[in-house]
């Protein structure tokens, strides 16, 4: 995974709430969101893109295009803002967002705030997605806080530490398509609507096998694999959209077409903002 250190040449925003928070990657009119998991109309999402934002990584040149595709196109009102890592790790930094979606470039300039990316939306129900680095740091984070492995690190980081639960891969995917194998009755079924689908990499780092029956005996559960049977896809049962995916989706849109796990986190930020809104504007009663 490509390493970033360049800071986001996009300014800082004026919003008192969020002075952490970059000027919106994607902004416009909002609109109602015509899709499975989206509630209400004229809720406009904001979506933290959490990760330090660089020319050199190609996802992140990817990402708002995308979002503003899904704008435009589908009706689905947003305004994405970059967060860097370190701005992240700050208590309160990502508390008001819609969604949280922890991106590609590991290792990260504050493992911290990688890590307070995936809690903060674990805990708080908003809905999140990882993808390649995110995908790691949101294991790692469930494995910290919720099983209760405080000493697990990712090797990339941390390659002589003793405990390792993100380990390099015995094959790299940097570059690579490879299938996956969606698991029934899941969300990720849900989302992909097929039970196989071939995904783009860009990673040399997976969950060590090790610590499986752990992380599945505290609930997190594995939803896709590649034809070995490594886990490449992870969610939260429960939650209203948690979605971690080793691959990256991002890679895979093309102008006509929105990958299917992006347009799901994108319509379940929309969703969130709507609820988060009806709920604001309700009546008070005696």
Known sequence: MASSTAASPVAASPAAAFPTAAAPAVSGPAATAPTSFSAAAHATARVALVGDRS????????????????????????DAYWIPTPDAARPGALHGFDAIWLVPGSPYASEAGAVAAAQVAREGQVPF?????????????FARHVCGLGSVAHAEVTPDATDLLIVALECSLRGHESAVRIERGSLAEQVFGVERSVERYHCSYGVADG????????GLRFTG???AGDVRVVE???????LATLFQPEL???PS??????RA?????????AARTATRRAPVTA
């Open 55 to 78: 020319t050199d990584i190609a996802a992140h040149g990817r990402i708002p295009p995308v979002l503003r595709q899904l704008r435009e196109r589908d009706g689905l009102a947003l």
């Open 257 to 262: 077409r929105v990958h299917p796990v992006i």
């Open 252 to 254: 895979s849109a093309e």
């Open 129 to 141: 997605l990882g993808t390649c680095g995110g995908f790691q740091h949101a294991v790692l984070e």
């Open 265 to 273: 986190f994108a319509a379940a930020a929309v969703a969130h903002a």
């Open 225 to 227: 694999t590649d034809d």
């Open 236 to 242: 939260l049962p429960g939650h209203p959209f948690f």
């Open 211 to 218: 610590y499986l029956d752990a992380l599945r005996a505290a």
